[in-house]
């Protein structure tokens, strides 16, 4: 039971650490592409 509920806590860790890492490269590159329409 603690083997899957720990299995389950880091799984949904790493999705929720994914989700971030896309939602922080999206803001990364929108924010790049606003830079570059700047110049």
Do not use: E, P, W
Not at 3 to 27: M, R, W
Request: hydrophobic share 50%; glycine share 2%; aromatic share 18%.
């Amino acid at each position: 039971m603690q083997l899957v509920y720990h299995l389950h806590k880091t799984l949904f860790g790493f999705q929720l650490s994914l989700l971030f890492l896309k939602l922080d490269y999206k803001i990364d590159s929108q924010f790049t592409v606003l830079a570059f329409c700047r110049k």
